[in-house]
């Protein structure tokens, strides 16, 4: 087992009360934002424990991975306390993703990719198992384009690194265009630290060739 994922399911137990402040102050708002954008059969990479399931609009079917165990037991709870019909959970590596390609509508990651050990192989990944014109929702933080932005990231980064694998200076824009989706649309939301980024698998009705431009 992955010693981040290892990290993880040590974690579990007190994760959302860790993250609770935030969560409330601002983290929601952005979840709300970026979830209401999911469309059909939706993939969750790295759904944790399942913040982001209350979130999602009446109607798509969402199969949510991870690859720790501890997180996942937490995500299997809220589906049977919200009694959501929706949701499939299964233990699996973004980076090893046992499904065919072209299978899904829509993928969502959110706070995802900062630390997945090896980030362009799972984009990569989330990449092959997107339909053609797929969606793909990004919620995630990263190294900001500021100098001054970045001393406190680099300040933070052996304390988040040590605690959970994971790192405050992934570039994680460039990684998911290095995968080969398109991105149609980044909004910052702090800063340019943490950003909501809409990109696509091209092919499909929605071809950049064909895409009407607005
Ligand atoms: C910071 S948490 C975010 C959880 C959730 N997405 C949220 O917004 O609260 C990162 C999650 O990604 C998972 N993760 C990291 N790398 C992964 C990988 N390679 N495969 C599957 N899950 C992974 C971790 O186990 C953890 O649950």
């Not at 192989?121 to 053609?132: D, I, S, T």
């Not at 384009?145 to 040590?162: C, K, Q, V």
């Amino acid at each position: 087992m992955s010693k981040t994922a290892k990290k993880y399911d040590r974690f579990s137990w007190i994760y959302d009360s860790f993250e609770g402040l935030a969560e409330r102050r601002a983290f929601s708002k952005y979840r709300r934002k970026a979830l209401r954008l999911a469309e059909g059969k939706v993939l969750e990479v790295g759904v944790g424990t399942g913040k982001n399931l209350p979130y999602y609009p009446r109607g798509v079917e969402v199969v949510g991975i991870d690859f720790s165990r501890g997180m996942l037991e937490k995500a299997e709870r809220k589906v049977e306390r919200l009694g959501l019909e929706n949701v499939m959970l299964l233990h699996m590596d973004a980076q090893s993703l046992e499904f065919e390609d072209n299978t899904f509508d829509t993928a969502v990651s959110t706070f995802v990719f900062c630390t997945v050990p090896d980030p362009v192989k799972g984009l990569k990944e989330v990449y092959r198992v997107l339909k053609p014109g797929g969606k793909a929702i990004f919620l995630e933080h990263m190294k900001s384009g500021s100098g001054l932005l970045n001393i406190s990231l680099y300040m933070m980064e052996p304390f988040t690194r040590a605690l959970l694998g994971t790192s405050m200076l992934r570039e994680t824009q460039k990684n998911i265009e290095r995968a080969g989706f398109q991105i149609e649309k980044v909004e910052n939301l702090f800063f340019d630290i943490v950003r909501l980024i809409i990109a696509r698998k091209p092919g499909g009705e929605y071809d950049s060739e064909e895409k009407p431009v607005p």
